[in-house]
Nanobody, 116 residues
Framework: QVQLVESGGGLVQAGGSLRLSCAASGSVFGINSWGWYRQAPGKMREMVASIISGGTTTYLDSVKGRFTISRDNAKNRAYLQMNSLKSEDTAVYYC??????????WGQGTQVTVSS
C-alpha cells in the first residue's frame, strides 16, 4: 500500500502564496512522476503541474510563471509553490504519483481558497 498525504492548503488573499507538500509512504518502489491536480466545484479535475523522473516539468497554461513543482527524491516528497494566487485557483488540490510499475496513486486532497 502507498499513501500520499498533502498538506499546506488554506485560505489566502489574492496575490498571496502557499506551498503545498505531498509525502509518499508505504510500499513505494520508485516514483516515475509526481503530479499536482486540482478540482474546483462543478468542474473537471485538471492537471496543474507534473515532474517526471528526468526532471522535466509541465504546467497548466494558466499557472505558468506563478507555480513551481519540485521534489525531494530522498524524502519521497513533492512540493507545489504557488505565488500570485488568484481567485480562480480556488480548488481542492490533489497529489498524484506513478510508480515504477506504472501504478497510479492519489492523495486525499487539500483545500486551497483564494479570497479576492
Amino acid at each position: 500500500q502507498v499513501q500520499l498525504v498533502e498538506s499546506g492548503g488554506g485560505l489566502v488573499q489574492a496575490g498571496g502564496s502557499l506551498r503545498l507538500s505531498c509525502a509518499a509512504s508505504g510500499s513505494v518502489f520508485g516514483i516515475n512522476s509526481w503530479g499536482w491536480y486540482r478540482q474546483a466545484p462543478g468542474k473537471m479535475r485538471e492537471m496543474v503541474a507534473s515532474i517526471i523522473s528526468g526532471g522535466t516539468t509541465t504546467y497548466l497554461d494558466s499557472v505558468k510563471g506563478r507555480f513551481t513543482i519540485s521534489r525531494d527524491n530522498a524524502k519521497n516528497r513533492a512540493y507545489l509553490q504557488m505565488n500570485s494566487l488568484k481567485s480562480e485557483d480556488t480548488a481542492v488540490y490533489y497529489c498524484n504519483i506513478y510508480d515504477a510499475w506504472d501504478r497510479q496513486y492519489w492523495g486525499q486532497g487539500t483545500q486551497v481558497t483564494v479570497s479576492s
